[in-house]
C-alpha cells in the first residue's frame, strides 16, 4: 500500500510540464556546450556555429520559463468533476440511508404532502365528533402499504 501511494506521489510529481522543460533544457545545452568544446577541438568551424545556435535557443527558452504555467490536463479535470460527483451521490445516499434526510426536511418545515393527509386523517380518527375510526385508519394504512399488509396478514394467520 505505502509502494503505491509513493508510486503515485512520485507519478503525479513528475507530470509538472514547466519542471520537465526546465530539465530538458538544461540537459539541451549541456550536450550544445560539449558539442562547442568537441567542434573546436577539432575545428570543425559548421559543428560549433549549430551547437552555439542550439544552446542560444535553449537560453532562450529558460528565459520564457517564467511566463508558462502548469495547466493540469482535461483528464484531470474530468476526474475532479467525477470525484465530486461521486462524493455529492454518497452524501446523497448516506442522508437517505439513515434518516438524517428525513430530520433535515422537517427542521426545514418540508413535510410532503401524502404524510400532511396521513397526519389529518389521524386527527380525525382521534376527534370523537368526526365519523372515522381506528379500523378505517388501520384499512387505509394496509392499502397505502403493502409490507404493513403482508405483516398484518401473517400475524392474522398464527
Known amino acids: ?3 503505491a501511494v509513493v508510486c503515485l506521489a512520485a507519478g503525479l ?3 509538472n510540464p514547466v519542471e520537465r522543460i526546465a530539465r530538458d533544457t538544461n540537459e539541451i545545452r549541456t550536450q550544445a556546450q560539449a558539442l562547442v568544446r568537441h567542434g573546436n577541438d577539432t575545428g570543425d568551424g559548421v ?3 549549430r551547437a552555439s545556435k542550439i544552446d542560444s535557443l535553449a537560453s532562450d ?3 520564457e520559463l517564467p511566463n508558462v504555467q502548469a495547466r493540469p490536463s482535461d483528464f484531470m479535470d474530468l476526474l475532479k468533476i467525477g470525484a465530486i460527483g461521486l ?3 454518497a452524501v446523497a445516499v448516506i442522508l437517505w440511508q439513515t434518516g438524517i434526510g428525513t430530520a433535515i426536511r422537517v427542521a426545514v ?3 410532503p404532502r401524502r404524510k400532511q393527509e396521513e397526519a389529518k386523517f389521524i386527527e380525525a380518527v ?3 365528533s368526526k365519523p372515522e375510526s381506528a379500523r378505517e385508519y388501520i384499512a387505509a394504512r394496509r392499502a397505502a402499504d403493502p409490507e404493513l399488509n403482508a405483516a398484518l ?6
Open 1 to 3: 500500500m505505502r509502494l
Open 13 to 15: 510529481g513528475a507530470c
Open 47 to 49: 559543428v560549433v556555429s
Open 61 to 63: 527558452i529558460h528565459g
Open 87 to 89: 462524493v455529492l451521490v
Open 109 to 111: 418545515g418540508w413535510i
Open 126 to 128: 382521534l376527534d370523537p
Open 153 to 158: 396478514a401473517a400475524k392474522e394467520k398464527h
